[in-house]
């Protein structure tokens, strides 16, 4: 009978286990973000930036482009009645929408 090494028997049980670490395929990069190439990390939102979009719908392409032009992180769209978060964040802009979404105010907060 052939003696193997304790040294052998761990190098090969650490190359089976290495081969099986890997998550996923290294060539299949993630999607960036929606507004990645534009969208601001952060920052205190600007208000008058925002306010191009008073009278327009409030689509989630409205809602974006407001966002990165306010250089908020967030944004929301407000309906009149909407329960909502009452605390203060200075990173989110808010635009609120008539009964026909159309964006009636923009502030920040």
């Known amino acids: 009978m052939r003696k193997i090494s304790w040294a052998a028997a761990a190098a090969a049980a650490l190359a089976l286990v290495s081969g099986c670490s890997s998550v996923g395929p290294a060539a299949t990069p993630a999607p960036p973000p ?6 601001p990390v952060g920052g205190t ?3 008058q930036a925002a306010q191009w979009a008073l009278g327009k719908n409030g689509t989630a392409k409205v809602l974006e482009e ?6 908020a992180r967030m944004a929301r769209v407000l309906h009149k009645g909407q329960p909502v978060t009452m605390e203060f964040d200075a990173q989110r802009l808010n ?9 009636t105010a923009a502030r920040c907060g």
């Open 95 to 103: 635009l609120e929408v008539d009964g026909s979404g159309k964006i």
């Open 34 to 39: 929606i507004g990645a190439s534009t969208a």
């Open 45 to 47: 939102c600007d208000t």
């Open 66 to 71: 407001a966002r990165v032009r306010a250089g």
